[in-house]
């Protein structure tokens, strides 16, 4: 069975990578979308199994939508992960892998990473 995995992330180009080579292996269905208002809206339509939120974006921030997430009913237990440019890999070692006690890949994100973390939330 395919999991469905939201990207949010205002850079287009990281969006679709991230569908094309999470959708390339054939077990995801990935929805992207690149503006933190509109992530609600895919949220709410689309019911994802998990969310790959970017930390800062223009619009609204990440963590913004979380809690906008968090206040829905219907999407709050969905489990999600920041991903941000803001630390080094270096500094993600040092820090383990929570920022405020929230889930966090350090950017550049590499595939196996993202495969690693669907996997050991999503099982």
């Known amino acids: ?9 205002d850079e287009v180009v990281l969006t679709k990578m991230v569908k094309m080579n999470l959708e390339r ?5 990935v929805q992207t979308v690149n ?9 709410r339509e689309f019911r994802p199994d998990l969310i790959f939120m970017d930390v800062m974006m223009p ?10 997430i968090r206040e829905d009913p219907n999407l709050s237990t ?7 440019a ?3 890999k270096t500094e993600t070692e040092e820090m383990g892998s ?5 889930e966090f890949l350090a950017k550049p ?3 196996e990473e993202l495969i690693k973390t669907i996997e050991r939330i999503l099982g």
Do not use: W
Request: proline letters at 2%; zero cysteines; a negative charge.
């Open 1 to 9: 069975m395919t999991k469905k995995i939201l990207v949010v992330d």
């Open 25 to 29: 292996t054939g077990n995801y269905e």
């Open 35 to 43: 503006e933190g208002l509109k992530a609600l809206q895919v949220a």
């Open 59 to 68: 619009d609204m921030s990440g963590d913004e939508v979380i809690a906008e």
């Open 78 to 84: 969905i489990p999600y992960v920041f991903m941000t």
């Open 86 to 88: 803001i630390v080094s």
């Open 98 to 102: 929570t920022i405020g006690g929230n």
């Open 109 to 111: 994100v590499k595939t």
